[in-house]
């Protein structure tokens, strides 16, 4: 595959992200995300056979610059449980900064949900791949039962991904970070 190939089809992904992020997937077809990008519906259909092949797309590129934002984020963080509880201070800056609207992965599970298995599919591997994030800290960090333990955290902060969302303000990040250290805690006894 030549360059010019790929580079039209990764220009295409990045504005669909940014179109689907703001607007939704269902409330943005075709045309608004090629909307004064000069890329014709034909190229699109070159590269992606669907809006809906398009959407699996936009989703892995999304869970990748996602955990790449993320993984530079904790970097300044030393140990596992701090890596941890870094992962809510990043949904709160993100959140304070505007950069939030909410998780598109979770967006795509919903508006997809029995109605396209490769999105929900791509959706799952977005929520695993952070389940392992949270699994690997805390078999790093020696907590009693990590892999129940990060399930614990993980839907700790999947909801404060959504409360955030829902009330516009980073409170339930807050909040959601004193639950995550009390089940740290309770994994360290």
Same mark, same amino acid.
């Given at each position: ?12 992904? =990045? ?40 959407? =699996? ?24 449980? =701090? ?107």
């Amino acid at each position: 595959m030549d360059s010019n190939k790929i580079d039209k089809r990764d220009e295409i992904i =990045q504005q669909a992200y940014r179109v689907f992020y703001k607007e939704g997937f269902h409330n943005a077809g075709v045309d608004l995300v090629l909307k004064n990008t000069g890329i014709s519906k034909r190229t699109l259909y070159k590269h992606f056979q669907s809006k809906e092949d398009l959407v =699996q797309a936009v989703i892995e590129y999304y869970s990748r610059v996602s955990y790449q934002a993320l993984d530079q984020f904790l970097s300044k963080y030393t140990s596992p449980a =701090q890596k941890i509880l870094g992962i809510f201070d990043w949904l709160r800056e993100l959140v304070d900064k505007k950069h939030l609207s909410g998780c598109m992965a979770i967006n795509a599970k919903l508006e997809y949900s029995q109605k396209n298995s490769g999105i929900e599919a791509q959706s799952c591997l977005h929520f695993q791949a952070g389940e392992s994030m949270f699994r690997t800290f805390c078999e790093e960090g020696k907590l009693k039962d990590p892999r129940n333990t990060a399930k614990q955290i993980q839907i700790t902060y999947l909801g404060a991904v959504i409360t955030c969302q829902a009330d516009g303000n980073s409170d339930a990040a807050v909040a959601a970070k004193s639950v995550a250290k009390m089940l740290i805690n309770a994994s360290m006894d």
